[in-house]
């Protein structure tokens, strides 16, 4: 059976009380006593803040894939057709997930609110339930539904309610008011009761602790508690604060009311006021606003007694939470509260004040009766357990007759269209049908429409042609060309606040491709996310929006080249290394794959995560490696010889020509290479050395020694800025590669010299060894005389004919990386 579950009962300001914490605690439940259920959880895209941490308090339970947001195009103040196409929509979206159960965990909400909840709106297959807290607004109308709009709204709840097939209530007293007021047959109620979280339970603290909190808080004497979880009438402030105020002088002296609840300016000024007239003083009362659940239970702990004088509850889960805690406590003798205490001398009428304040001062003065009060709050406790509440919910709902799934449930986006225009009433807004389509495409895209976005916000701007470049170039270009079946592939960047489709730079690697102008990206669930570019220095700016569009069920994944900017720091200059790590500490919270270019880095970055585990409630990110290809032919090359690039090539071709292809940047090796070439001139080898590769940074005294050498075009050859085409040629002219990085996270000259069938002389990295195997020569050591050695060493076993070589070595393609990495990203594809 497929349980679907609408949890915006723990999205709206419910979350704040006692029904957002019932609704999250019962669906965790179920889903951990699911046995082969299948368990899915339904969100309201209009209440974003909430979205992460529902996914996260489901993390290891089910699927991040089984939690789907759903787009309504309500608003707080809906007009009567915007609120019935807002609940179309949702259930319509629901039957999507092909639901047998749909579970809905508060039902009344959507007043003043975003939340969306109704049953029948649409004809569905699949069984409805949902649970039942109170019927508290239809026993006080005059209180709760003072105006015509409140009526109309709750009573189309009550509709809702009966089309229910099934009724979880969450105390016999709800159970009674349904059969009682409604008429409701009562094999359709089951009493699951309520439970609450493992963190409810006393806590000794220690003096500082205690003292810390208390003062934080502003309490300073023993203090009667009172956690009401909401505000209006039937919590019954007024009679507790008479009540209190007819104690005595030495019991208020002693002891101060502690209010802990969330409460608006106008709440709390009309609490002063009503302590203001019951006489008691401001030094006596306080309101400590919204805790936290760790304070809470902390103020539950040190209480020294817990009132809870409602007037009607339908269950009262901060009674129980206070009594886990082994606070004595005390409550009405009305509604659900005496199934909760089940401790009849426990009981007043919260109707009488002298009741009330009888029996908080013999709970704050008779130690006998307190002990009593300990021990059953102890062993009351106990009999509560959202696992029992979970199977009884699941019992009820396994009864119902669901028959097997025999039609589409798939949704006719032009019948839906034609069905909300048919609603009765005032016609909609352009700005109304606007925002309906928005949530219509949103909720109901086909599959094949799902989007993967490659993030190329460096290279869109500026293509330096070599290293990280070159990758991204290439796996677009064979991303577009061959797209992961089910997927648009779209190029994106980020600009001003937003991501955009990089329509006009698509244009240039895909001849079929039409749109050139950048419009604002529209994503939805499923999407994928890959950011192909080292974007470190947009970290700030890119995680509010990666954070939202993971909320929404886009899948976050970076491609990693390497960890040097952290292991080596002094080869980078300011401000790089900090971008970096800050790139890295924000990538490993949000992504939910960091994708390597080896599996050394793999190793490493798994290394560094361990050292420096993300802030994330959720397990992650996962860690995976690919490699890189290198065909330049299928990378997009570049094309053109300079003049006398022939010339140059045949006196390459003409003796033994070293050639290193790198950036000129402190790790690359360039340093020690050219005094090991240095030492070996000044010997008669009658040697080349090529270098291949742009000016970088750190290396000015460097580039000028190169600039200024006596060899230089003579021996020595300084290649900047060389065209694809030039640089295969010269790959082809060469004797050997020479590979002297002090740091990779790859290798891909390496690939390249392979494909070329051209030996190598490189140090031995990890990374190396992983692409080159037993097809490379390894130096050890950072002076020049070792790698000098090393070239003559490679020297007399390649005139013996005993060097390595590397044609036999394996290398990818760039559709054979492109394909690794699909196949990272979605399996077998």
Not at 764 to 779: K, T
């Amino acid at each position: 059976m497929r349980i679907v579950i609408d949890l915006q009962g723990a999205q709206s300001d419910s979350r704040f009380r006692g029904i957002g914490r019932y609704s999250l605690s019962l669906a965790r439940a179920i889903a951990k006593n699911a046995g082969e259920h299948e368990v899915w959880i339904a969100l309201n895209a209009q209440m974003p803040e909430s979205i992460a941490d529902v996914r996260a308090a489901f993390s290891g339970l089910i699927p991040d894939n089984q939690i789907r947001i759903f787009e309504v195009p309500t608003s707080a103040t809906p007009s009567p057709w915007m609120a019935r196409c807002s609940e179309i929509i949702r259930e319509s979206f629901l039957a999507t997930l092909q639901p047998d159960v749909v579970l809905l965990t508060s039902l009344f909400e959507g007043y003043r609110s975003t939340a969306v909840t109704s049953i029948g709106m649409i004809p569905a297959q699949y069984k409805t339930a949902t649970v039942l807290y109170d019927l508290i607004p239809l026993m006080n109308k005059e209180v709760y539904l003072p105006t015509a709009e409140q009526q109309d709204i709750y009573y189309r709840k009550i509709e809702s309610l009966k089309n229910a097939d099934v009724l979880l209530a969450i105390s016999n007293s709800s159970r009674q008011e349904a059969v009682q007021y409604l008429e409701i047959n009562p094999e359709k109620i089951t009493n699951i009761s309520a439970a609450i979280g493992d963190q409810f339970y006393s806590r000794k603290l220690a003096p500082h602790g205690r003292q810390e909190i208390l003062t934080r808080l502003g309490i300073k004497n023993e203090y009667i508690l009172y956690a009401p979880g909401g505000f209006d009438p039937r919590k019954n402030f007024e009679r507790l604060l008479e009540a209190y105020g007819t104690l005595s002088s030495d019991i208020k002296a002693q002891h101060q009311l502690v209010i802990a609840s969330k409460l608006h300016p106008q709440q709390r000024l009309e609490l002063l006021t009503l302590a203001k007239r019951s006489g008691v003083r401001t030094t006596e009362l306080v309101l400590t606003g919204y805790v936290e659940d760790e304070d809470l239970v902390a103020l539950y702990s040190l209480a020294k007694l817990f009132v809870f004088p409602s007037t009607h509850e339908g269950f009262g889960l901060p009674v129980l939470e206070a009594m886990a805690c082994g606070t004595p406590v005390i409550g009405s003798d009305c509604s659900s509260v005496p199934e909760v205490i089940g401790l009849a001398d426990a009981l007043f009428d919260p109707l009488s004040v002298p009741a009330i304040a009888a029996k908080m001062k013999q709970a704050l003065e008779d130690e006998a009766f307190r002990v009593q009060l300990i021990e059953n709050a102890v062993e009351r406790a106990k009999s509560f357990s959202w696992d029992e509440s979970a199977r009884k919910a699941l019992v009820a709902l396994e009864a119902m007759d669901i028959q097997p799934t025999t039609l589409d449930q798939g949704v006719s986006i032009q019948a839906l269209y034609q069905q909300l225009l048919a609603l009765p009433g005032a016609p909609p807004t352009d700005r109304e049908l606007h925002r309906t389509a928005q949530s219509i495409v949103y909720n109901f895209s086909s599959q094949d429409e799902k989007q993967l976005f490659l993030d190329v916000s460096c290279i869109v701007y500026s293509d330096a042609k070599s290293g990280i470049q070159r990758v991204v170039r290439s796996l677009l270009h064979e991303f577009i060309m061959v797209p992961p079946k089910g997927f648009n592939v779209r190029p994106i960047y980020y600009a001003n606040g937003r991501f955009y489709y990089a329509n006009k730079f698509n244009s240039l690697i895909d001849p079929t491709w039409t749109e050139a102008t950048d419009t604002p990206i529209d994503y939805r669930q499923d999407d994928l996310y890959l950011s192909l570019d080292l974007n470190m220095h947009l970290a700030e700016e890119l995680n509010p929006l990666l954070i939202k569009m993971k909320d929404m069920g886009v899948q976050i994944n970076h491609v990693v080249y390497d960890l040097l900017l952290v292991q080596r720091p002094d080869w980078w200059p300011a401000p790089n290394p900090e971008l970096f790590v800050n790139w890295l500490n924000k990538i490993t919270q949000v992504a939910s794959r960091l994708i390597c270019i080896s599996g050394a880095v793999a190793s490493e970055l798994q290394e560094w995560i361990d050292q420096h585990p993300p802030k994330r409630v959720e397990a992650g990110p996962l860690i995976e490696s690919f490699h890189l290809g290198a065909d330049i032919n299928n990378s997009m090359p570049s094309a053109g010889l300079p003049d006398g690039a022939t010339e140059l090539l045949l006196r390459f071709a003409a003796q033994p020509s070293f050639l290193m292809v790198s950036t000129i940047e402190p790790r690359k090796g360039h340093a020690q290479t050219l005094e090991a070439f240095e030492a070996l001139w000044s010997e008669d080898l009658d040697i080349n050395l090529v270098i291949v590769g742009k000016r970088g940074w750190l290396m000015n005294d460097f580039i000028t020694k190169m600039e200024k050498h006596p060899e230089r075009n003579r021996r020595l050859f300084w290649l900047e800025g060389v065209s694809d085409e030039y640089l295969e040629k010269i790959y082809s002219s060469s004797a050997c590669l020479i590979a002297a990085s002090e740091g990779e996270g790859f290798g891909l000259p390496l690939i390249e010299a392979a494909q070329h069938h051209l030996p190598m002389v490189v140090r031995d990295l990890p990374v190396f060894r992983e692409v080159a195997g037993e097809h490379a020569f390894y130096f050890h050591g950072l002076s020049a005389d070792e790698l000098g050695q090393a070239i003559k060493a490679w020297l007399a076993l390649f005139d013996a004919g005993e060097h390595p070589t590397s044609m036999a070595m394996p290398w990818l393609t760039w559709e054979e990386s492109a394909q690794q990495l699909k196949t990272v990203l979605f399996g077998s594809v």
